[in-house]
């Protein structure tokens, strides 16, 4: 029988050596901030956390509207050890997906869990091989994601499988796209835990957001309002000072002219009076396929508690980035066509019964080349950031990356309190 876990005691943390030490002071509220909070909690440090805003978890939240629980962002967390034991400290219980989402979907002249002719893989598979065996598959200095695709590669490789995998990561073209960040970010790695695939709560990842509040409160963790952040500048930071909001060109000493983008979203969740469900975890769109949207998740096959059978669209991305300001006719009026397009003739009688609509501007950083230079350039100063735009764009792989913030930051003290 496996041993029983148990929940983070504050009681067993030392408190003796911290008792004099200048509290941890997070700027931002969102679930970076809220992890970061957490391990710091974890060691036994004070922390203070400055938010803006009247409620925590930044853009995640999760709410029930017309018998459908409505998801704003994520809908779950890839799983990790450091996220089972996450929610095994926060006292939420971990609600798995269930097995008929193990079924994902790539569109190409219908529904495909593989979208490669046998022909095109095997040509693909040589050419990667080639490229590994000439030292090649490394992504080069400023190359963009669509061009590694064609030279480690091939064409179809990024038309039918690569970018609509990073459409419903990154929301952006390959060609837009640094491989470097990309690939660094897909590859992350985290400790694997006891299950694997996506994982949220019961309620929603609100749920995980207002326990882990709870819990941080427990720990002694102080709420303030924000203070401003235009000014500030990354190297000017307290060596106890971190910044988990979102990016802002400001926080960089920029050598060009140039912005850094974001990508603005939209997520929209339908029920139906009567209509075909999709049979798996969603769909993704190629490009050249020529949908308005970039992919679809049945919400209510992937996770139990969601309600109603109801789907999630998702349109915008760098693409498409007036979609935001469209109409809630001119929205559904896309989706109706994709849909009816999705199922064929044959499935395409259905009727919207409700539907929720969820508008993200400029809510994701586009990992062009030139975040990737900007990251390059302020290497030194990121041991003070934490965020979706640091080269590791997930939940899980955000909350693997402050716990190694946090173990970086104590290793420094610990010199620091004892020099050489």
């Known amino acids: 029988m496996a041993e029983e876990k148990k929940p983070h005691q504050f009681?067993?943390?030392?408190?003796?050596?911290?008792?004099?030490?200048?509290?941890?002071?997070?700027?931002?509220?969102?679930?970076?901030?809220?992890?970061?909070?957490?391990?710091?909690?974890?060691?036994?440090?004070?922390?203070?956390?400055?938010?803006?805003?009247?409620?925590?978890?930044?853009?995640?939240?999760?709410?029930?509207?017309?018998?459908?629980?409505?998801?704003?962002?994520?809908?779950?967390?890839?799983?990790?050890?450091?996220?089972?034991a996450l929610f095994m400290d926060i006292g939420c219980e971990l609600l798995l997906a269930n097995k008929e989402s193990r079924k994902k979907f790539i569109y190409r002249q219908g529904l495909k869990t593989w979208p490669l002719t046998l022909s095109e893989t095997v040509k693909a598979l040589l050419k990667a091989l080639k490229s590994l065996v000439t030292w090649q598959f490394k992504p080069f200095p400023n190359e963009n994601l669509r061009d590694w695709c064609f030279r480690c590669l091939t064409p179809e490789v990024n038309q039918y499988l690569i970018q609509p995998m990073v459409y419903g990561i990154f929301a952006a073209n390959t060609s837009k796209l640094s491989a470097r960040l990309v690939l660094g970010s897909l590859f992350f790695k985290?400790?694997?835990?006891?299950?694997?695939?996506?994982?949220?709560?019961?309620?929603?990842?609100?749920?995980?957001?207002?326990?882990?509040?709870?819990?941080?409160?427990?720990?002694?963790?102080?709420?303030?309002?924000?203070?401003?952040?235009?000014?500030?500048?990354?190297?000017?930071?307290?060596?106890?000072?971190?910044?988990?909001?979102?990016?802002?060109?400001?926080?960089?000493?920029?050598?060009?002219?140039?912005?850094?983008?974001?990508?603005?979203?939209?997520?929209?969740?339908?029920?139906?009076?009567?209509?075909?469900?999709?049979?798996?975890?969603?769909?993704?769109?190629?490009?050249?396929?020529?949908?308005?949207?970039?992919?679809?998740?049945?919400?209510?096959?992937?996770?139990?508690?969601?309600?109603?059978?109801?789907?999630?669209?998702?349109?915008?991305?760098?693409?498409?980035?007036?979609?935001?300001h469209f109409s809630d006719q001119q929205i559904l009026d896309m989706i109706i066509q994709d849909r009816k397009r999705l199922f064929g003739p044959l499935n395409a009688d259905f009727e919207i019964d409700?539907?929720?609509?969820?508008?993200?501007?400029?809510?994701?950083?586009?990992?062009?080349?030139?975040?990737?230079?900007?990251?390059?350039?302020?290497?030194?100063?990121?041991?003070?950031?934490t965020g979706n735009y640091l080269g590791v764009i997930g939940l899980s792989g955000i909350h693997e990356r402050n716990h190694t913030l946090v173990k970086g930051y104590l290793k420094n003290e610990k010199k620091t309190s004892h020099p050489q």
């Not at 901030?33 to 805003?53: D, M, Q, R, T």
């Not at 000014?231 to 930071?237: E, G």
Request: charged share 20%; proline share 2%.
């Open 354 to 385: 409700n539907y929720v609509i969820i508008r993200w501007q400029e809510v994701l950083p586009l990992y062009d080349l030139e975040l990737s230079k900007v990251l390059e350039v302020n290497s030194q100063s990121l041991k003070n950031l």
């Open 190 to 324: 985290k400790e694997k835990g006891t299950y694997r695939g996506l994982v949220s709560a019961k309620g929603g990842m609100k749920e995980v957001i207002t326990k882990l509040k709870e819990y941080l409160l427990k720990a002694n963790v102080q709420f303030k309002p924000q203070f401003s952040t235009e000014q500030i500048s990354l190297n000017k930071l307290e060596h106890n000072t971190f910044l988990a909001t979102s990016l802002n060109s400001s926080f960089f000493n920029l050598t060009t002219k140039s912005k850094l983008q974001k990508i603005s979203l939209l997520r929209v969740t339908l029920s139906f009076k009567k209509s075909t469900e999709l049979d798996g975890f969603g769909v993704l769109f190629p490009e050249n396929e020529s949908f308005f949207s970039l992919g679809v998740l049945a919400n209510t096959k992937i996770f139990n508690f969601r309600g109603k059978y109801n789907e999630s669209w998702i349109l915008g991305g760098s693409e498409h980035p007036d979609y935001v």
């Open 11 to 84: 009681s067993e943390l030392s408190t003796k050596y911290l008792m004099n030490k200048d509290p941890i002071q997070i700027i931002g509220a969102g679930f970076s901030g809220l992890s970061l909070a957490y391990f710091f909690v974890k060691e036994g440090y004070p922390v203070v956390i400055y938010e803006k805003e009247n409620q925590v978890g930044g853009v995640i939240d999760s709410y029930f509207s017309k018998e459908m629980l409505i998801e704003t962002a994520a809908n779950g967390f890839l799983c990790s050890k450091k996220i089972e």
